[in-house]
Structures are given as C-alpha cells and as structure tokens.
C-alpha cells in the first residue's frame, strides 16, 4: 500500500513513514492510495474472529511494510484483557429491545476512546524506532483525553519521550490526576499558566524552529496519524459482526464527532465494503461539522466562536481530520483540496452547497445534528430512567442526535467515547449523584502528582526539552 497527499502533492510511501511523520510536505494529510474492499467471503471469515485477529487482518492491508509476524504480535500485546479489562475489548450492549446499541470504546487505560488506537501505536512506535535506532520526542498540548491517552500508550516504552503541556488547573480533578500521577522517567508533564490555546501555540511555536525539531526529533501524536485512524477502523467491523447475524444487514453508526477522526474511520470501513446504512455525525454547541452536513458550508471558528462546554472533548473549532473525507467527496482531486484550505485559510470558510459532489452526499451515507447542555442532561436522566445505566456527556450528545435518524429495523450503534467517571460534575447536576467509579481508580486524586510548572514561554519549554533529551543522530 502506497500513500498520498490529500492537495496532491508528493507524501512518504510507506506505513512506517507516514506513522512518524504529521502532515504532507504540502500541507495536505496523508491518505491510501486506494481503500482495500473486503469481499464477502472475507467478511464472513472475519466475523468469528478476536478482535485482536481482526485488528491485524485490518491493519495488514494499510501497513504492508511491517512484517506479519511482528503486527500479529503488536496487535496480541495491545488488544487483550490485561489492557482493556475484556477480551471483547469493545463490548456491545443493547439499550432496551428496538435496535439501539452501546458500543462500549472505553474500557482501557483513561476510559475514553482514545485508548484504542494509541495502546496500538505506542507499539507500533517502539517497533518502528527500534528497527531504525532513532529517538522519539512526543511533544503536544492536551485539554485532557488525548493527552493523558498519549501517556498511558508511551510509557516505559524504549526509545519515547513524552512532554506533554496542559493548561494548569483546568482540566478535571480525575483527568488532572491521571496525568499527573504518573511517574515513569520517560512522562513529562508540563502545566502551562494559561490555557489550552497557549499550550497548543507554544506547540506550534517549537515545531515551526526546524533545526530544534529534527535536532530534538520532535513528533506528534495528534488526530491526524493515519494509524490512529486505521486502528479505529477495526471496531467498526467488530460492532457490527455483534449486531447482525448475517453480513447483508445493515447498521448505522452516530459518532460523537470533534476533530472527525472516529467518524471517518466508518466512512472508510463503509468503504471496504461494510453494510453501514448511516453514519451520523453529532456534535454539541460547537456544530462545524453539523453545519457542513446540513449546508454544504464548512466554516471553522475563531476562539471567541468556540464554546467551552460540558463535553469539552468535542470543543473544536476545526475538524482536523475533515480533510481526508472531503478528498474523497471530491472524486480525490488534489487539486481541488489544496484549492479548498487555500479558502479556508483566506476567508475561514469553502462552501459547497452549490457543487454536484454536495448535492450527491447522501451516497456516503453520512447524517448529522447538534446537541446543547440542555439536551445533555435530558439524555443522561433519560437513559438512567429508562435503562438504569450512567453515560458520560460525549455519549449523551451521540444519544440525543442519534433519536432523530433510527429507521425501522436497521440497527442504531451509538459509541461510546468515554466513561462518566471522567466528568463528574455534569454527571452530579444531571443525576443529584456520583457516576460510578470502574475497579481500580479509587484514591486516583490522592496520589501523589509529579509535574513541572511553567509559564506560556517558547524559550523556556525549549529549554525544558534540551535538558532532558540527548541530540538527536546527525
Ligand atoms: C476525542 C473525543 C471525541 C471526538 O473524537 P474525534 O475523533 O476528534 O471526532 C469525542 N468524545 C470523547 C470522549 C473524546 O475524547
């Protein structure tokens, strides 16, 4: 499998490059040169599959240079109990008996998504390092899931560093605590006196110094690596093996939608040939993607647009990942994409409502709404009342949206991108009580927290990571 640039231009051919590099060198994300499809018959082996089995058979047809054997043993060590808590990694449950499902995505490391493809790629890092002899220093800015993923991934993992910067004191007690608490030699933790933007703009101001970059050998692990996405892929096949009996029924799929990454792993299974009927897209108050999805406009937003809400996960104000779908609607017209940012960056906004490709969506089946903190609460009293089960916020704006787009006899898998746990306050203003608490996280917040405290200055966080890292091989 070779790859491609989303604007057209030239991008690194092989998996093991794509894994450790960011962006195209034209600015545009790196994509397959085509999406594998998966025939029937290979559907129906797939179906009686582990999810472990069926992550390498996904993976194997995106990441052709490394060797079976080593992806076989990458996928076995990062998809098992011992990691997630289940075999089933991500079990499904119903929701009452018409044909609502939970997928249940939240059983790792930090109880949220996340967990699922960065336990893999912390993997498929260490094997790629190893193999070459380089280092790796992770350096990136978290409001709180991605972050705190990144860590439980990277971990004692040869050859890894990880600096993360957080805004100090403002993400939760328990998201705070869990990065915090961690005390492995190779996680930093950076609290920044600011807020998320000043963590994320010192990011940006580091990785823009080139000779700091390659002599530190600085990488991401942000939402546009490619092998996150791919490894979100597989989930979407294991939903749906668990939901049907046979592989011509169809499902739908309602995303808690922020930077795009999750929902365009359905899009590419609906791709390889998966029976999916919808794929809905939800957002809360920030509704980038609902707005696109309903009009064809795609209008990213300043600070000042972007709302701080009671799901701050999905707090965006532009979908990083959109891009990768917008190749394909666009019949993968490089040049087309590339034309498209050139408006973004010029205007902040492209508008397709009036192009053939918008006016043919629906062949992709995607669908969207937008949920606000009002709608929020209603959702998680609801589904407590009627099912006696606790969701956490992001799961709630997925709910409430996914209500407006069931068909009668098609199966309605909503995903689960976090626990409650996570976000206890909401959970208190919508129940009057605590969210359950999963097995072994008692006392998080009382550990001990081990990080550096420093203001929003480029110099000194570059003289932070000069410290601690040795320079890199000439
Ligand atoms: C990251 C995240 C999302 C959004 O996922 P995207 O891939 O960015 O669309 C939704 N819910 C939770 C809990 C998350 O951590």
């Known amino acids: 499998m070779n790859y491609l640039s989303t604007r057209g231009g030239l991008a690194p051919a092989r998996f093991s490059e794509v894994l450790l590099g960011g962006l195209a060198p034209d600015g545009g994300l790196v994509v397959p040169e085509q999406y594998p499809r998966v025939d029937a018959a290979t559907l129906g082996r797939w179906r009686g599959l582990s999810y472990a089995e069926l992550a390498f058979e996904v993976l194997s047809l995106y990441a052709t240079d490394i060797e079976p054997a080593v992806l076989r043993q ?51 890092f260490e094997h790629v390092l190893a193999r070459s002899g380089a280092q790796l220093n992770i350096l990136g800015a978290t409001s709180g899931d991605t972050g705190s993923a990144a860590e439980y991934a990277m971990r004692g993992r040869r050859g890894i560093r990880v600096f993360m910067l957080s805004p100090h004191g403002r993400m939760s007690a328990f998201q705070a605590a869990q990065m915090y608490s961690l ?46 996405v791919v490894a979100q892929v597989v989930y979407y096949f294991r939903a749906y093996f668990a939901a049907t009996q046979q592989n011509e029924q169809r499902v739908s799929f309602t995303v808690p ?14 791709e390889m040939g998966l029976p999916i009927s919808r794929l809905v897209v939800a957002t809360n ?49 490089g040049e087309r994409v590339a034309a498209l940012w050139r408006d973004v960056d010029a205007r902040g906004e492209f508008d397709l409502s009036a192009s053939p490709e918008f006016a043919a969506i629906s062949r992709y089946g995607f669908a969207s709404g937008r949920s606000t903190h009002s709608n929020r609460l209603d959702t998680i009293r609801a589904v407590h009342a009627r099912y006696g089960r606790v969701v956490d916020t992001h799961t709630a704006d997925g709910l409430a949206v996914a209500e407006r787009w069931r068909e009668p006899g098609i199966p309605m ?22 969210a359950p608490r999963p097995a072994g996280f008692d006392g998080l917040e009382s550990k001990v927290q081990r990080f550096a405290l ?3 200055d480029v110099p000194m966080l570059k003289h932070y990571i000069a410290a601690r890292c040795p320079l890199a091989a000439a």
């Open 285 to 333: 108050e920030n509704d980038v993607l609902d707005e696109f999805f309903r009009s064809g406009r795609y209008r990213v937003r300043g600070s000042a647009e972007t709302f701080q809400t009671s799901s701050p996960s999905m707090d965006i104000s532009k979908a990083s990942n959109f891009e990768r779908f917008v190749y394909d609607l666009v019949g993968r017209d």
């Open 413 to 434: 898998i909503c995903l689960e991108t976090a626990l409650p746990a996570k976000f206890a306050d909401t959970i208190r203003e919508a129940l009057g009580a605590d």
């Open 74 to 124: 990458l996928t076995a060590s990062a998809y098992n109990a011992q990691v997630f808590g289940t075999d089933e990694i991500t079990p499904l449950s119903p929701l009452g008996n018409d044909g609502l499902h939970l997928l249940h995505l939240s059983n790792g490391p930090t109880l949220a998504f996340k967990d699922i493809a960065m336990q893999l790629l912390g993997r498929l």
């Open 257 to 270: 939608s922020g930077n795009f990454g999750n929902v365009l792993a359905g899009h590419i299974a609906r």
């Open 183 to 228: 005390a492995d030699p190779n996680i930093f933790n950076i609290a920044v006196d600011g807020v998320f933007d000043d963590c994320q703009d010192m990011v940006k101001a580091v990785s823009a110094d080139l000779g700091f970059k390659q002599r530190y050998a600085i990488g991401t692990v942000n939402s546009i690596n490619w092998a996150r």
């Open 454 to 456: 420093m203001p929003a």
